[in-house]
């Protein structure tokens, strides 16, 4: 029997998530294949900026944090909606 991998897998650090992302990426792309689904703890992410540079950083298309912001206030919205009829 396989073992259940922690979900979402926990990589914790310091310093600047873009650069240890891009130092890293086999290892956060194999954590990702494993678990499905990553946390980083202890980097420094200040704002929105840092954010965006660390999902670039990753080399796949992703998103901007404030392409997400929207898209959550967007679904909060919809949930609202929905839930009232």
């Keep these: 029997m396989s073992e259940t991998p922690e979900f979402p897998a926990i ?4 310093g600047d998530l873009s650069a ?3 130092a ?10 494993h678990a499905g689904a990553l946390l ?3 980097f420094d992410v200040p704002d929105p900026l840092a ?3 660390a ?15 929207l898209q ?5 919205c919809d949930a609202a909606r ?4």
Excluded: M, W
């Design 55 to 69: 999902i670039e950083a990753y080399g796949e298309a992703g998103f901007t944090y404030e392409d997400l912001a």
């Design 11 to 14: 990589i914790t650090g310091g």
């Design 20 to 22: 240890f992302i891009g």
């Design 51 to 53: 954010f965006d540079a």
């Design 40 to 42: 980083f703890r202890g």
């Design 82 to 85: 929905l839930h009232s009829q």
């Design 72 to 76: 959550c206030s967007a679904h909060q």
């Design 24 to 33: 890293n990426k086999p290892a956060v792309d194999a954590a990702l294949d």
